[in-house]
């Protein structure tokens, strides 16, 4: 990959190393978990190309572009919900990153590139259209809670049957235990996530794709997994998943039993969740996507956080 530059800006390839990308990705405001390194590495069968955006000597962002081969000979390259920008990068600094970007992969038979771009300001359709390229899926839609905001005033921020839900939890005798990295419990969170998925009709990351996340992350706190226990019996009655990305955090995994979901277990676990996260320098916790047709009750309960809905443009090509 050749690295491009402007009169301004360049794009650098590069950025194999772990560390060096986990630096960069750092330095970002809103770092989605497929942007972050080991998302990549564990895809397994793909090929990844990580490259670094500066103007002089200012980080503007950073992109992963993952590729992977169709039918033996078309290629479809993908920028999951990225770059990854820093917080002054201006919308005529994007475009000149994606126009680098774009340069790189023009158009050719049986090759496409893919942007979803990691932007929710309307403004920002305009910049694709100057990169000549048209939206062909429309925005996903997630709920971030701003660890910015101190604990009153995100528990001022819940709805108001969400904060009772809370309340009934933190007086239940729930005992709320983290673990980190493949912890005792993890293959049983998975389990249990993988029989939900069967059981709902929906397709989320299989397990092995987990664990080989656990296995290259940095450390094993970036993969944090929370049980609640009741005094009832030995196993926890509910537990989620979270993990860490640059300044970010992402909910991946969750699963309830009757008696949690009679607790409101999930709610006291998040709560706990974004004390413990606040307490270590993250900024947002991503919950993932926000689907009310196919899924109002957990849409519901996204929304219930008193967290911010965060649009994103859609996918262009």
């Not at 772990?18 to 960069?24: G, I, K, N």
């Not at 009757?258 to 993250?282: C, D, I, S, V």
Request: with cysteine.
């Amino acid at each position: 990959m050749m690295n491009e530059e402007t009169a301004e800006v360049t794009l650098t390839w590069g950025y194999g190393d772990r560390e060096a990308w986990d630096e960069v990705l750092s330095q970002t405001t809103f770092p989605s978990l497929q942007q972050s390194w080991a998302y990549g590495e564990a895809l397994g069968d793909v090929r990844i190309a990580r490259g670094v955006f500066y103007k002089h000597k200012k980080l503007l962002g950073c992109v992963q572009v993952i590729s992977r081969k169709n039918l033996g000979f078309i290629t479809l390259h993908m920028v999951l919900r990225g770059p990854a920008w820093c917080a002054d990068t201006t919308e005529n600094e994007k475009y000149e990153c994606l126009r680098l970007l774009k340069n790189q992969y023009r158009k050719r038979r049986a090759r496409f590139l893919f942007i979803m771009p990691e932007d929710t300001k309307v403004s920002m359709h305009g910049v694709m259209g100057r990169l000549g390229v048209k939206r062909v899926l429309t925005g996903y839609t997630t709920v971030m809670i701003m660890l910015s905001q101190d604990e009153g005033e995100r528990r001022a921020a819940q709805q108001g049957k969400w904060r009772n839900m809370l309340r009934k939890a933190e007086k239940s005798g729930l005992n709320c235990q983290i673990e980190y990295g493949a912890g005792e419990h993890l293959p049983w969170l998975l389990s249990k996530e993988l029989e939900q998925q069967s059981l709902r009709g929906y397709i989320g990351f299989p397990p092995e794709l987990v664990m080989r996340f656990v296995r290259l992350c940095a450390s094993p706190d970036q993969v944090m997994a929370i049980y609640a226990y009741d005094n009832e019996g030995p196993e926890p009655v509910a537990g989620m998943l979270f993990l860490s990305h640059g300044v970010g955090v992402t909910y991946h995994a969750g699963w309830t039993s009757p008696r949690g979901r009679e607790k409101a277990a999930h709610n006291l676990m998040l709560w706990e969740t974004q004390k413990y996260f606040y307490e270590r320098g993250r900024e947002f916790i991503d919950l993932g996507g926000v689907n009310t047709e196919e899924n109002p009750g957990l849409a519901r309960f996204k929304l219930g956080t008193g967290g911010r809905i965060h649009r994103l443009l859609g996918t262009y090509l």
